[in-house]
């Protein structure tokens, strides 16, 4: 695979003047541009770059709305409601989450209910950003249907992401960001581009069969939930959470009325933040980090999120794949 070197800086200019040239103002436009270079620089290439020719598609056609601002709302003192709109999930949270961190700090638990949004980027950055709050973090969405319930073979959940974030005083948080289908449809597109399997169960082609042929998967084929029944159980639970509860789509009503263009859907997310600090009666800190300590004194073991808080340490250039840049520079 042939690749070019950029740098941060260059993978931000480059981001920002994409969407600029196709219907965002300024202050999207450099919001979604941060969070792709952020995606790159922590290694989640398959919510970075790779992401942008999409945005672009859904901005082109009219779904996506690159000016528009979300409307909040204090339902509660710990319900904060986003209507977004139509514009991009990012500036959503950028404007939602300091509304929930301030509910959650002051009456120990709130929750952000969005809906009307374009969420394709990785779910880590709102749940980490509000660890570094000194708040645990809890988030979810859905999508279009792309697994299969346990024991079906055509798609009713979309990759339904979770992500849980842990503060810890001082140190970066503890934070992981999943998809509960066994692999992310990202993943597999990429594994797709670059020529790679994918492991066996991870999904099925358009015949109902397993497959270890990622393009298989993607071109009408259907992926499958991690843990059979039990990761079906928490796709489900994320349906419903970003789904009813935040008064937003399922998977299978956001594809009835989303236009297929290759572009994000809108649908709802979930979050949910609380303050240990009201909560514990303990030196909550002390003790989790004791907790900690003992994981990573298991050999082979590592805490969620090291990896990229890692890979985050190197301000060097980032290698990307030169076809995705040259398409990149085309749409600008």
Known sequence: MATVSLTLDEIFDLAKKTLLANGCDDETASILADLIMKAERDGSLSHGLFRLPAYV????????????????????????????KNCLAPMVLNKGIPELVNAAKENGVAVLAITNSHHMAAMWPETEAIAEQGLVAFACTSYK??????????????TNPISFAWPRKGKTPVVYDMATASMAM?????????????????GLNKEGKETTDPGEIADGGVLLPFGGYKGSG???????????????NFSFET?????????????????????????SNTDWDKHSSEFFDKMKSMEGVRLPGERRHKNRLDKGPR??????????????
């Open 234 to 248: 928490i796709a489900m639970m994320v349906e419903l959470l970003a789904g009813a509860l935040v008064g937003d």
């Open 57 to 84: 598609t859904g901005l082109k056609g009219g779904k996506i709305n690159g000016k528009g601002k979300p409307e909040i709302s204090k339902l509660t003192p710990s319900v904060i409601k986003a209507d977004g």
């Open 319 to 332: 290698n990307i794949n030169e076809e995705l840049v040259k398409k990149i520079k085309s749409l600008s």
């Open 145 to 158: 249907p792309a697994v299969a319930p346990a024991g079906a073979i055509k798609p009713l959940y979309g």
């Open 186 to 202: 990202g993943e597999v597109q990429v594994a797709k581009r670059e020529g790679h399997k994918v492991p066996l169960g991870t």
């Open 255 to 279: 594809a009835e009325k989303d236009n297929n263009d290759g572009g994000p859907p809108s649908g709802g997310e979930f979050i949910l933040a609380i303050s240990p600090d009201k909560i």
